[in-house]
């Protein structure tokens, strides 16, 4: 399908919010390889970065907090947004527990004048990617090892045993779209990997 045709099944406000300069900056990984960490870094150290907070039918872990972490929707009202074509993208990353991106959430950012920097999994990571083609900065961030992976799952004792096993064999298969992102970013060190996530980023933005 051509890009003429695929812009015609994108929805109005969709459409609207693509008129816009601001560009993306997509952080995806395996959970547990340290985006979060890396985001949060960058966003202390690029003032014109602002996070694209997700939506999530799943409930809050520790001490998330709504609008900051996640907007935490209840199953029902996701699957109603994405019937109404409130969402860029989403996806049930596991079984019952839906994540996305808002329409409204990009609109929000951009109205600011303001980058959006995104933390989402690998998947919806790729799906921001096609829908906003070169505006958008796809960002890998590798594990060292899978051994590694496992050990920092365990170091934060939030979650049981099955968890783990779960978020171990997805990993093993988001590794596998590494080469599909424009930039991969090994962490095997926190402060090498900033530093190289900065500069990435800056030169993405011409700052």
């Known amino acids: 399908m051509n890009e003429t045709a695929d812009r015609l099944l994108i929805p109005l406000s969709y ?6 300069t601001g560009k993306l900056i997509i952080f995806s990984a395996p959970s547990g390889a340290g985006k979060t960490t890396i985001v949060h870094r960058l966003l202390s150290n690029i003032s ?14 520790g001490d998330e907090q709504h609008g900051v972490d996640y907007y935490f929707i209840s199953p029902d009202e996701f699957r109603t947004r994405v019937n109404s074509d409130e969402f860029v993208e989403w996806e049930e990353v596991y079984p019952g527990q839906m994540y996305g991106t808002l329409l409204s959430e990009v609109d929000r950012i951009w109205r600011k004048g ?22 958008a900065l796809g960002i ?13 799952l365990r170091q934060r004792a939030t ?10 064999e997805k990993a093993a298969s988001e590794l596998s779209f ?30």
Do not use: Q, Y
């Open 159 to 168: 979650e049981p045993e099955e968890k783990i096993k779960m978020r171990l």
């Open 114 to 135: 303001h980058h959006v920097i995104f933390d989402v999994d690998v998947k919806g990571g790729l799906n921001l990617k096609k829908k906003f083609g070169k505006e």
């Open 140 to 152: 890998f961030v590798r594990p060292p090892s899978m051994e590694a992976l496992e050990e920092r």
């Open 48 to 61: 014109i970065l602002e996070f694209s907070v997700s939506a999530t039918s799943r409930a809050p872990r």
């Open 15 to 20: 459409l609207r919010i693509m008129s816009n």
């Open 178 to 207: 590494e080469s599909r992102f424009d930039v991969t970013i090994v962490n095997d060190n926190l402060e090498r990997a900033v530093k190289e996530a900065e500069t990435v980023v800056k030169n993405f933005l011409n700052i």
